[in-house]
């Protein structure tokens, strides 16, 4: 079996991601967009690991957030990732294309999006990767409603079941579930550790060739 060759960019993060793997904060990046009305965004979302076979990083949200409308809206389906690791005194910005997957979205994805994997079977393997108390909000109210303390999924109403005391094996990959791809175009990369500073750009026109640039 032939083994995949990643672009320096992608070794350098996967390096940066081990270097600093005990730091819980590691793992969570700032994630840009622009709203339908042409201002940015910005929120933290979970790094949730790599698409296999691609370069492509994963989060999950939920399908009802602002967010999903920004990347639905026209052609601002774009985003910017910025991520720094505090160990190791790094920085990636990440920008590209979303691509959001979830069984509420008619998708027509094909291999280049979702290499090996399958629609369906991405988001029962990120879905079952989430914690009992993490699939709880995509049963409740939509975000921004006015807050309930106990909902009851739909598939509970009219019993004496509460979210509470449901076991995580009994949720169903929500249809509000929507698993976020990061496709990236462009990185860029900036180490304040090093001495002198480093920076590189990579480009997935240039074949993602490393350009050593001033900080």
């Given at each position: 079996?032939?083994?995949?060759?990643?672009?320096?960019?992608?070794?350098?993060?996967?390096?940066?991601?081990?270097?600093?793997?005990?730091?819980?904060?590691?793992?969570?990046?700032?994630?840009?967009?622009?709203?339908?009305?042409?201002?940015?965004?910005?929120?933290?979302?979970?790094?949730?690991?790599?698409?296999?076979?691609?370069?492509?990083?994963?989060?999950?949200?939920?399908?009802?957030?602002?967010?999903?409308?920004?990347?639905?809206?026209?052609?601002?389906?774009?985003?910017?990732?910025?991520?720094y690791f505090s160990d190791s005194?790094?920085?990636?910005?990440?920008?590209?294309?979303?691509?959001?997957?979830?069984?509420?979205?008619?998708?027509?994805?094909?291999?280049?999006?979702?290499?090996?994997?399958?629609?369906?079977?991405?988001?029962?393997?990120?879905?079952?990767?989430?914690?009992?108390?993490?699939?709880?909000?995509?049963?409740?109210?939509?975000?921004?409603?006015?807050?309930?303390?106990?909902?009851?999924?739909?598939?509970?109403?009219?019993?004496?079941?509460?979210?509470?005391?449901?076991?995580?094996?009994?949720?169903?990959?929500?249809?509000?579930?929507?698993?976020?791809?990061?496709?990236?175009?462009?990185?860029?990369?900036?180490?304040?550790?090093?001495k002198p500073q480093q920076r590189?750009?990579?480009?997935?026109?240039?074949?993602?060739?490393?350009?050593?640039?001033?900080?």
């Amino acid at each position: 079996m032939t083994e995949t060759v990643h672009p320096v960019w992608r070794q350098r993060l996967a390096n940066s991601l081990q270097l600093n793997h005990g730091q819980i904060h590691a793992k969570y990046y700032q994630v840009a967009s622009v709203c339908p009305r042409g201002f940015p965004k910005n929120r933290t979302m979970v790094f949730r690991g790599f698409l296999p076979g691609t370069q492509h990083l994963l989060s999950v949200t939920d399908l009802r957030s602002e967010k999903i409308e920004e990347w639905q809206s026209g052609d601002k389906s774009h985003f910017e990732i910025c991520w720094y690791f505090s160990d190791s005194r790094e920085q990636f910005r990440l920008a590209g294309e979303v691509a959001l997957i979830s069984n509420n979205i008619d998708s027509r994805y094909g291999d280049l999006v979702l290499g090996k994997q399958t629609k369906e079977s991405l988001l029962k393997q990120q879905w079952s990767n989430l914690s009992t108390n993490a699939k709880k909000p995509f049963y409740s109210s939509s975000p921004k409603a006015p807050f309930d303390e106990d909902p009851i999924p739909p598939s509970q109403q009219g019993g004496l079941v509460t979210l509470s005391n449901i076991d995580s094996s009994q949720f169903e990959v929500s249809d509000n579930f929507c698993v976020v791809i990061f496709i990236p175009h462009t990185v860029d990369y900036l180490n304040l550790q090093s001495k002198p500073q480093q920076r590189c750009l990579y480009d997935i026109l240039d074949n993602w060739k490393e350009q050593f640039v001033n900080p």
